[in-house]
Every structure is written in C-alpha cells, then in structure tokens.
C-alpha cells in the first residue's frame, strides 16, 4: 500500500479549505442561476440521474477501469471539455488518484451493514476498496466521505479518509473536488501538459539514440543502410533479416514514440565512394502537448535541439550536451 500513502498529496495544486467553500458556493450560485425550478427544488431530491452517491459510486468504478469515456460522464461540462482536450496519460493519471492504483482493475460494488456503498477495485496485485458514506447536502452541493484502504486491511489501520464535492448540473450530480483538489481541469492541464512534455521530450532524445544505435547494428551487419525504419522492426515469421532486423520496437520502426514523429533520410552518398550518411529528426505529434522542442541527429551523430514551433529540425539549432 505505498502507493496510496504516495498518492494522497497532489502536486502543488492543493487548495484550502475557504478556497473550495467559496468555490463550491460559486458553482452552487452559477447552477442555481441555470434554471429557477432546479434551484427550487428541496435539497434532499434526487435528480434523474440519482443521489451524490450514486454518481460517485459509479465514478469511482470507471476510475477503476480506467474507462476514460465513462468517467468524463461525471464531471461538470468545463471540466469535460478540458478533460477530452488532455492526453491519454495525462487522463489517466486523474483517474489513478481517486482509486490509488496504477493498473486498471476490476470494479464491483456492493454495500456495508448500515446500507453504505461500497467500490472494490481489484488488480492481480492488490485491491482496494472505497467505502462511502453520508452525504452532506448544500443546495445544489454534496459532500461525501470516503474511506479507502487495501482489501486486506481488516483491521483500517492503514486507511485513508478523504472527502470528495460533487454539483448539481443541469439536474445531474458532477465531480466538483477530491479532497481539497478543486478540479478545475482547464487550469490543471497547463500543468500536466508542461510536465508531460518535459517527459516527452527526454524520450525522444532517448528514441533518436536508440534508432541510431539500430542503424548502425544493421550496417554493421549487412554492410549498408537500411531503406526505412521499417527495416528495423521485427520480423512478421521467421528469423530476423534485411528486411525485418528486429533491432526496434514495432512503434519506432513505424517512426513514432510517445508524441514525437521520427523521420530518417539517407545522405551523403557520392559517386566517389564516399559512405552514405544518414540524418534523423524527432517533431513534436501535437506542438505544445506532446511537447514543444524538436530534435535533429546530424550526419556525423551530433544532436540539435530547438522550438522549431513543431517544424523539423536542423544541424543549425543549438547542440544538446
């Protein structure tokens, strides 16, 4: 259970509590002000969708599956707009905080004596399980305690509490917080997205190397240059070849890896002799998300990196130590 000691922090983004009281109230006002008969309604009635526990109960089980479209049912509509604009990992890392677990599991719900749910998420590794209990209504704002812990903690000795916010919208129950982690997702993916890329970017400088290095174990094998990158992917049948080294993976031999495009052009040659050279370049899939800089392997291995604002790059960019 290291992890859900891990996990349990935020980076940075959390927020005090007169933060979110006044944040909740603002979203109470704003989805008041959507319409007079929702704000007239008694706080204790159920939308059509169903009570806060009901929503968070299934938003706990696509958080588990790590069912991206699902769980963007369950948020407000500026967080579900930012939340589909988000990279794939960057989704998933949202949805790894409510559950604590890397991998996606297997949800099952169920209830405790007192008639609370109960949300199990199982990996082969380990399962967690959120019990939830009563929620505190405000107006058109809920707040709900869980408790999440292992499986096999019997005992709750190493249980967390954590409170989650949820809002009336349009009539339906929608994330607000998690814990003191107001999601406001449109501010949250600037963040993610600046920190993504930092990885982003390290791996394409680490994929240029590594497509060098398979370069040149083909040439040294076959005394040539392979054609493509295709070359260097593995075999479909049989034992590696010329065609299929089996040197990269099948994402690198296709000229991608973790947002960057990888391109690889012959040069150099001469009708005197001279060896063929060859030249590499790593861009940026969607400028600005999967990352900003692009990288350049010149024809003597030394490599460039730039904002090149996702164009490809040049030996004339500065040189990367």
Request: proline share 5%; glycine share 10%.
């Amino acid at each position: 259970m290291n992890l859900l000691k891990s996990r349990i922090g935020g980076r940075g983004i959390l927020l005090g509590c007169a933060v979110l009281f006044a944040a909740a109230c603002a979203f109470s006002q704003e989805s008041s002000s959507k319409s007079s008969e929702s704000s007239a309604r008694a706080p204790s009635q159920t939308p059509s969708g169903g009570g806060p526990n009901v929503t968070l109960k299934a938003m706990l089980s696509a958080a588990c599956s790590q069912n991206q479209a699902e769980f963007g049912r369950f948020l407000t509509a500026r967080s579900k707009e930012a939340f589909s604009r988000m990279t794939p990992q960057a989704r998933l890392a949202l949805m790894k905080r409510f559950v604590l677990l890397n991998e996606p599991g297997k949800p099952t719900a169920s209830a405790n004596p007192a008639g609370r749910p109960i949300v199990r998420c199982q990996t082969p590794d380990v399962t967690t399980e959120m019990q939830i209990g009563g929620a505190d209504l405000r107006d058109n704002v809920a707040f709900l305690p869980m408790e999440i812990r292992a499986a096999t903690d019997t005992t709750g000795s190493d249980a967390h509490q954590i409170t989650l916010g949820l809002v009336r919208e349009d009539g339906e129950w929608r994330l607000l917080s998690l814990g003191l982690l107001l999601l406001d997702l449109p501010a949250l993916e600037v963040e993610w997205d600046v920190a993504e890329m930092e990885t982003t970017e390290r791996n394409a400088i680490e994929a240029l190397n590594q497509v060098g290095k398979a370069i040149e174990a083909y040439r040294n094998k076959y005394s040539r240059l392979p054609e493509s990158l295709a070359n260097l992917g593995q075999p479909l049948h049989g034992a590696a070849n010329g065609e299929a080294a089996g040197l990269l993976d099948s994402d690198l031999a296709n000229g991608i890896k973790n947002g960057y495009a990888i391109r690889y052009v012959i040069v150099g040659a001469s009708t005197l002799g001279a060896p063929a050279k060859y030249e590499l370049a790593a861009t940026p899939q969607q400028y600005g998300r999967t990352g900003r800089r692009s990288f350049f392997r010149d024809s003597n291995g030394g490599l460039h990196g730039a904002d090149r604002r996702g164009a490809v790059g040049s030996e004339t960019d500065p040189k990367l130590e």
